[in-house]
């Protein structure tokens, strides 16, 4: 299945074979195979391989170097030519000149085979040389020792001349591969260059990659631990939020609840007190009407005294009037005071919770909006200062008497920037 390029990847080709760094390497960055990169680039028109081309006049200077006299080889042309001895043999045989070539004059033409040629003919000439001045007289013969003697000397030239030119051809073979590693050298020199500039780029694409990775995780995480603290801030705003908005809600309730106590305590005092005056009322008619029958019953006149009758039998036990003072003012307690029995407590207890439910389900648990001038007061206290009403303002840590209003707001602000 094939893999489609990416943008990321196409750009890494074009930026890497540019910079001259070869396809295997390439290949090797981007994790693809060499066929697969070499098509791609083909594609996108990036040159894969940098051919100088032949024009007319290198060949017909090429043609010049063939016909020259002496003979050129291989790499001196390339040396003229500044190409390979490849791309001189390439074209050599593209233009069918090879046959032309007189390999033996190219031999003859190297200076390793004139020196040899040069030996060669030096020791024909001492050779000779040395036979005429051994020419005996015609008239005589030679020896059999002679004659042997003289085919040992022409044996050993013709071994020396042979040594020689053997001599020659292994200088020549020798130059010749001494050019042919010097060229593969320069090659392989370059190769590993490009070899070893493709791993450098492809090692910082790498580091500049993991830089970049290594940033963008870095990033992320900050932002998730950043996005963690503010939700666990808020959730922790929220339940002193709801803490708060409970509790007083609570308070709220007992304080009711508090209400409907001292109601129904005043209800059922004034009760008792209701009955106890009538109680007297009719005591009080009762007498009456029994010391009227006694008058009306005897005949002589009957001098009545009468006075403020006494209640015997007193049920609720009267107590003087007193005042209480309390947050909400202050109130006059009755004169008649009982304790309330276990039954109207259980009612009392029953009636206020009922008062709190039906409030909780009226209202229900909300945050109160608070004025300026509290929200000051409550940032004084979080920061453990002691705030005080009085009727003319407020005294903070019993030393500073500041007036209600912008005055109070500003103390405020400037304790919070200190």
Do not use: C
């Amino acid at each position: 299945m094939n893999i489609i390029w990416t943008d990321k990847e196409k750009d890494t080709l074009r930026t890497m074979r540019l910079a001259g760094v070869q396809v295997p390497a390439i290949a090797a960055a981007v994790g693809r195979k060499v066929p697969a990169t070499y098509t791609q680039l083909r594609k996108m028109g990036v040159i894969v391989q940098p051919h100088d081309k032949w024009i007319e006049a290198d060949e017909d200077r090429l043609r010049v170097l063939v016909a020259a006299t002496p003979p050129m080889t291989d790499a001196a042309m390339g040396l003229a030519l500044q190409r390979s001895i490849q791309s001189i043999r390439w074209k050599l045989a593209d233009l069918g000149l090879t046959h032309k070539r007189d390999v033996a004059a190219i031999l003859a033409a190297s200076p390793a085979y004139a020196a040899a040629q040069q030996r060669r003919h030096a020791a024909d000439a001492a050779r000779l040389a040395a036979k005429a001045d051994n020419t005996p007289p015609i008239a005589d013969t030679p020896t059999l020792d002679e004659v042997s003697q003289r085919k040992a000397e022409r044996a050993q030239a013709r071994n020396a001349a042979r040594l020689a030119a053997r001599q020659a051809r292994r200088d020549e073979a020798a130059r010749l591969r001494r050019d042919a590693k010097t060229h593969r050298d320069a090659d392989r020199a370059r190769q590993i260059a490009k070899a070893k500039a493709a791993r450098q780029a492809a090692r910082a694409a790498r580091q500049v990659e993991t830089a970049s990775l290594k940033a963008a995780a870095k990033a992320i995480a900050s932002a998730a631990r950043r996005q963690t603290a503010a939700t666990a801030q808020a959730e922790r705003v929220q339940a002193r939020q709801q803490a708060k908005a409970t509790a007083r809600a609570a308070r709220e309730a007992a304080a009711a609840a508090v209400r409907l106590r001292k109601a129904a305590e005043r209800q059922a005092a004034e009760t008792a007190r209701r009955q106890a005056k009538a109680a007297e009322l009719a005591e009080r008619a009762r007498q009456r009407a029994a010391f009227q029958a006694a008058a009306k019953a005897v005949s002589a006149p009957v001098v009545v005294l009468t006075r403020r009758a006494v209640k015997l039998d007193t049920t609720v036990p009267t107590v003087a009037p007193s005042k209480r003072r309390s947050g909400y003012g202050v109130f006059h307690r009755g004169s008649a005071k009982r304790w309330p029995t276990r039954a109207e407590t259980l009612a009392l207890s029953a009636a206020a919770e009922e008062a709190v439910a039906a409030f909780i389900a009226e209202r229900g648990v909300t945050r109160p909006t608070l004025s300026p001038e509290d929200a000051a007061i409550q940032r004084l206290r979080q920061r453990g200062y002691v705030v005080l009403s009085e009727p003319t303002g407020y005294v903070i840590d019993g030393r500073h008497h500041v007036p209600p209003g912008p005055a109070l707001i500003a103390f405020a602000d400037q304790r919070a920037r200190a």
